[in-house]
């Protein structure tokens, strides 16, 4: 299964949104590793091209997560300091190979 996190911030704060999800990546990939006795696959980055009233849409993309993610992810958002620069919340979805693995 794979899960994409987006979510929104000020044009202003791109510098400190990827600091910060460069945080959330080494946080991810370190503790994940421990509670899980294997890696995790390296997370991407993305956000739309254009701007809407100096606000960006970022999305972090993350391929064969574990069950616990959600509850991990969360934490690491925390740890990285990134909902400070958020316009709104953080959302997460789901989906699976269309064959269903």
């Not at 590793?33 to 100096?54: F, K």
């Amino acid at each position: 299964m794979d899960c994409y996190i987006y979510y929104k911030a000020p044009e202003a704060s791109s510098r400190q949104v990827q600091v910060c999800v460069q945080r959330l990546f080494r946080y991810l990939l370190d503790h994940h590793a421990v509670m899980n006795n294997a890696p995790l696959q390296m997370p991407i980055l993305q956000r739309r091209p254009e701007s809407e009233h100096g606000v960006q849409t970022w999305m972090e993309v993350y391929r064969n997560i574990p069950e616990n993610f959600a509850h991990l992810a969360q934490d690491a958002a925390i740890a990285s300091g990134i909902i400070e620069f958020l316009v709104g919340d953080r959302r997460l979805e789901y989906f699976i190979d269309a064959d269903g693995n």
